[in-house]
């Protein structure tokens, strides 16, 4: 049951431009999400997240948005690197004991 | 600190076989998260161990099933394997449970033959 979609499995942008990734959620009970980072040969890493009772957290080139009427969060990188280059992952858990997570998005920033 | 470990790194097996994958979490991690990656599904959850004792279990059939130890060491078992098991297989460790920041190793990639 794919309750966490990632319906882009690419995308390209050009070097110091903006990034956005989105991710779509069914399960309402869902009260945190995070965003990973995956390069090739390695499992991903954490970048940022956000819990339900916030619509915006930044860190630095990295901002989560959102929209819990809409069911939707995306990442915003901006400005985007080449070594942001990667496949990120969006997450979701409801409290609970497991996460959900995407099928990916793959970035890539051309210099 | 050391991170996540995972041993065998690849892995080739024969339809039919069983295997067994090792995951040693960061020191002081006592939660050891397992997940299936494939191409186009994501992270899949398979199960999710703290202090040993498994707290819950994603949508995968009985042939799969992991253990903890008291070190916090996990290991996943797949017994009679198909060549749908053929993946990347995950372990993250995290100090809570897969709700908080998790660590992942660099995986085992098992191919089924």
């Known amino acids: 049951d794919q309750q966490v979609k990632q319906n882009s499995p690419s995308l390209s942008v050009q070097e110091g431009r903006i990034s956005i990734l989105n991710c779509d959620y069914t399960n309402s009970m869902f009260d945190y ?3 990973y980072k995956k390069y090739p040969a390695e499992g991903p890493t954490f970048l940022i997240s956000i819990s339900s009772i916030k619509d915006k957290n930044e860190d630095g080139r990295f901002t989560v948005f959102l929209n819990k009427s809409a069911k939707h969060l995306s990442l915003h990188i901006v400005p985007s690197q080449p070594g942001d280059s990667a496949v990120y992952f969006c997450a979701a858990s409801a409290g609970n004991n497991d996460m959900r997570f995407g099928a990916g998005t793959r970035l890539t920033v051309k210099p | 600190k ?7 790194r690849y892995l080739i097996k024969t339809r039919g076989q ?33 202090s040993e004792t498994q707290r819950n279990k994603g949508n995968f059939p009985g042939r799969f099933s992991g253990r903890q130890f008291s070190n916090s060491r996990s290991e996943m078992n797949v017994s009679t394997l198909e060549l749908g098991d053929s993946a990347l297989y995950l372990c993250a460790s995290s100090l809570g449970g897969p709700a908080y920041e998790q660590y992942f190793g660099p995986g085992t990639r098992l191919t089924v033959t």
């Not at chain 2, 050391?2 to 065998?8: H, I, L, R």
């Not at chain 2, 069983?18 to 398979?46: D, E, K, M």
């Open chain 1, 33 to 35: 999400f995070l965003w």
């Open chain 2, 2 to 8: 050391a991170g996540v470990t995972q041993t065998p």
């Open chain 2, 18 to 50: 069983q295997v067994t994958l090792s995951c040693s979490p960061i020191s002081g991690h006592r939660s050891v998260s397992w997940y299936q990656q494939t191409p186009g599904q994501g992270l899949q959850f398979l199960f999710e161990y703290f």
